[in-house]
């Protein structure tokens, strides 16, 4: 979904990961957030916008449940347990991306790609997540030379595995420690406005 276009439907994933990101003059995009199975797309709906200013890319394919602008609005209306959910939702999703903010400008970018990595796996529930050193170095705003040098570190590690099109997960525990503290604050966040969103595993 491109930015300033209009807002007919809300998604609510099922799995795969949606992308919130940032367009820049010349092109270049930075991600935001994410979405998972905890939250929807079209947040702005909630306030009752009518067009989306932000620009969506699916990450991760997966499926998900569609909900009219209009169902939407009128379940936020009659139903006072959707409402309150949503609104715990837009909590949780501000919260997110203010973390990401600070993380941007505070943290290395091997701390920044492991927690990438680390919510990826999260929504996804995949060690194996389908996904391109080129669109690692988009989402984090850098060179693909400059994430190639990032990921080799985690490699060298034992941490990750880089394939084709590809990246696994061997070591949770060890990429949650070369992790910043960005990781866990957003998962400790997220479930307290909505509990039980990531179990441990």
């Not at 010349?26 to 709906?45: H, L, P």
Request: aromatic content about 6%; hydrophobic content about 45%.
């Amino acid at each position: 979904m491109d930015a300033d276009s209009s807002l007919d439907h809300v998604f609510f994933p099922d799995s795969g990961v949606v992308s919130v990101v940032a367009v820049y003059s010349d092109g270049s995009i930075i991600e935001m957030a994410t979405i998972g199975r905890e939250g929807c797309t079209g947040v702005q709906a909630v306030f009752g916008a009518k067009s989306s200013s932000i620009r969506l890319l699916v990450q991760i394919p997966g499926s998900a449940a569609r909900m009219s602008r209009a169902a939407f609005t009128r379940a936020m209306g009659s139903m006072p347990s959707f409402r309150s959910l949503m609104y715990a939702y837009v909590h949780a999703f501000l919260e997110q991306v203010m973390v990401s903010v600070a993380c941007n400008g505070a943290h290395s970018l091997k701390q920044r790609l492991a927690r990438w990595l680390l919510m990826m796996r999260d929504r996804a529930d995949e060690d194996v997540l389908p996904i391109t050193q080129d669109l690692l170095a988009e989402m984090l705003g850098v060179q693909r030379p400059t994430i190639t040098n990032a990921a080799r570190e985690l490699e060298a590690a034992g941490l990750i595995a880089r394939g084709r099109r590809q990246v696994t997960i061997l070591n949770r525990q060890g990429l949650t420690k070369a992790s910043c503290e960005c990781y866990q604050l957003v998962r400790t966040r997220v479930a307290f406005h909505l509990p039980k969103t990531y179990p441990e595993k």
